[in-house]
């Protein structure tokens, strides 16, 4: 088999594609022949040893991924030799022609969704449900703004949001990605580097402000966020990259709630239930992943380096 190995935390360049020895599953295991996987940026603060969790080295990285079952070492497991599958993580590492997963790492991929939409339904998606629904109890009728629409988790929510029955901004910083998010559903779109735009954003609501915001860049939006909530407001911290000042008062004065998550920490129940209403969702359609850029698995380090770079466009993938 084949897979990226990463020997010291470093530089995208520390990723080089090895031939490794076969995998074998053990009990308990599902090995997966791998047709996609897909780059998320936690993939890159791992590499760079940045993150708070660090894997023991030499590893492959990668959690997302979607390919067929090639082994099954669970007779109870819930897939069978040859079952369409996208993964919830792996024991082994997605950026690989194989990998080993754990029973529950191991979802049903619906035959309408291709192998590189499924390497991005696990983080982006399962993310997503988790922000709207089980952090900010986001509920049909109230308006949501999804402060980073383009990229791999905002697309999620939009469509998630949209299906849900909320009213639906999303914020793109490319003309590209804001055609994106309007396709995808968004009922109004803003550029978040328009001088101005929250201006934009508290117009569209009436002067009343959003219920919920699933926030991509907490450290440069917080603040700003905080002044564009609703009484009863949310605000779900998604993705933060530093430190910002906030006016506590601004929550204070409106009820408000500032609610942070990492998908990591979900319990088995609520990944079960996420997983559940995923699978609803992409099998009735109104769930369709968005594939940006594929690149070849041998230069995972592209996909790194794109992942990072402003102009978000979807799901960036890497093909074994
Ligand atoms: P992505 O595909 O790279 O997308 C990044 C998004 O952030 C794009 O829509 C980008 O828009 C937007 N953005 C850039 N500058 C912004 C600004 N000033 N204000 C608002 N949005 C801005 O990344 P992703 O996979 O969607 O993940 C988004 C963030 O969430 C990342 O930081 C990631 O690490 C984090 N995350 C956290 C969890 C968790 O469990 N908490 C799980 C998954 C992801 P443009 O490029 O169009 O400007």
Redesign the pocket.
Known sequence: MEAIRIHEFGEPGVMKLETCADLQVGGGQILVDIRAAGV???DT?IRAGTYAMKPDLPFTPGMDGAGTVAAVGDETAHVSVGDRVYLAGTLTGSYASHALCSASQVQPLPDNVSFKQGAGVY??YA?AW??LFQRAEGRSGETVLV??????????AVQLARAAGMTVIG????EQ??AL?AEQGAHYVVN??DAGYTEQIMDLTGGLGVDVIM???AN??LDKDLNMLAYGGRVV?????GVIEINPRDAMARDASIL??????ASPEDLAAIHAGLHAGLENGTLNPVVGTEFPLADAAGGHVA??????????VLIP
Do not use: C, D, F, Q
Not at 147 to 156: E, R, T
Not at 171 to 174: I, K, N, V
Not at 260 to 265: A, D, F, S, T
């Open positions: 998320n940026p936690v603060y983080i982006p993310t988790r922000g402060h980073g629409a383009s990229g791999g988790v905002g697309i999620a914020t793109a910083g490319s990605g804001a998010v978040h580097h926030e991509m860049l440069v939006n911290v998604i993705g933060n990259r942070g998550m990492v998908l990591l920490l992942v990072m770079e402003p102009g978000a466009y979807g799901k960036i």
